[in-house]
């Protein structure tokens, strides 16, 4: 029955290929890209030979590898104009887009990724973060806020993986299950315009990560705090900006260290000490895991201007080191490498002036 299933699941992608081409009827760069992004990912799909309407394909049944795939491929090259309600892709701001609106407009940001979402249909995924009724109660009420000054953005995974490495679109394939996906729509506004949650992962997902595109998006991030008065409220080891030059054109940096797992704990101590050392016209960074969404609401509700920044500075850090991709960071807190949690001391003395309060303990 399983094999079945794969060959019938196949059989319709096929035929919306089949369809799609005939559509464009003519040879254009559209086509050829979809053409190029299918023949990639069923090469890589398949490993042994299997006849389908006549012709041969290669293929493994047999591997969760190719059953994420087989699944994910119909959202691939789908269309959200052509299928409506059958697939569900949320329409997305451009990134430069969503960094100019916070530029100019001074807005506030909450990300919701899959640590979010799980937390919110009580299941337990972020080891930095256990799950939580109230918590999910709080990111329940902030994704689905509306407000025009406070950005709500969700990861781009729903689509086209076109963008990004293998190692990521694998990584997506895998977690976009059915199951999951359905989860995701009891909570997104199927009619609203989304802002993209990767604007703080500039780097280590894309597949133009060897080009000079990743260091144009952090130039283009850096806007953001320029000239700024910034006060950070991060998880213990977090570190932002320690030993780099990433938010060197802020106009000042304070600190409040929050602790690095299960933040969510001490949020009223955290809050209150945000609203506490907040000066007027300062912009608070916010790096604390899912809790980090609804401080930076509620922080925005208060009259601030609050961004969730999440791993900007790791993806800053794996950007210096030229290796394509996510690697240790031995003096900064990294929940996405083996041993990450494992943070080397330092001594650093702007550093430490910079923390106006630890709650960390």
């Known amino acids: 029955m399983q094999e079945k299933t794969g060959f019938d699941e196949l059989q319709e992608i096929v035929s919306i290929c089949l369809d799609e081409i005939m559509e464009l ?7 050829k890209q979809r053409l190029s992004e299918i023949s990639t990912l069923l090469k890589d799909l398949y490993t042994e030979e299997v006849k389908l309407s006549g012709k041969v394909i290669v293929m493994d049944r047999n591997t969760e590898k190719t059953e994420a795939g087989l699944r994910n491929l119909k959202y691939e090259i789908g269309d959200s104009a052509r299928f409506g309600d059958k697939w569900y892709f949320p329409r997305f701001f451009k990134v430069e887009d969503t960094v100019e609106s916070i530029v100019s407009g001074k807005r506030s940001m909450a990300r919701f990724g899959d640590g979010e979402f799980s937390i919110m249909v009580n299941e337990e995924r972020p080891k930095f973060q256990m799950p939580d009724k109230r918590l999910a109660e709080r990111l329940i009420q902030v994704i689905q806020s509306n407000e025009e000054d406070f950005l709500i953005g969700i990861a781009d995974n729903y689509g086209s993986l076109e963008n990004y490495n293998e190692e990521a679109k694998w990584g ?9 996906r359905q989860q995701h729509r009891r909570f997104l506004d199927l009619e609203r315009k989304y802002h993209n949650a990767y604007i703080s992962r500039p780097y280590a997902i894309y597949a133009d990560s060897g080009t000079d595109a990743p260091g144009k998006r952090f130039q283009n991030l850096k806007r953001i705090w320029d000239k700024r008065k910034v006060l950070f409220v991060e998880g213990a080891f977090t570190r932002l900006g320690v030993g780099n030059d990433l938010f060197d054109n802020a106009a000042q940096i304070s600190r409040i260290e929050a602790p690095p797992v299960n933040a969510f704990a001490k949020y009223e101590e955290i809050l209150e000490a945000a609203l506490q050392h907040a000066e007027e016209d300062v912009l608070i960074l916010i790096a604390l895991g899912p809790a980090a969404g609804v401080l930076a609401y509620d922080l925005y509700r208060a009259g601030y201007q ?5 791993h900007v500075d790791l993806e800053y850090e794996w950007y ?8 240790e960071v031995k003096h900064k807190y990294n929940n996405e490498c083996d041993g990450g949690d494992n943070v080397e001391d330092i001594h650093d003395e702007k550093y430490e002036a910079e923390i106006i309060a630890d709650l960390s303990r």
């Not at 009827?25 to 086509?31: P, V």
């Not at 997506?172 to 999951?180: A, K």
């Not at 210096?320 to 690697?327: H, M, S, T, V, Y």
């Open 172 to 180: 997506i394939r895998s977690y976009m299950t059915d199951e999951v």
């Open 320 to 327: 210096r080191q030229k290796k394509g991709g996510r690697c």
């Open 25 to 31: 009827k003519k040879e254009n760069g559209e086509l």
């Open 306 to 310: 609050a961004i969730d920044i999440g």
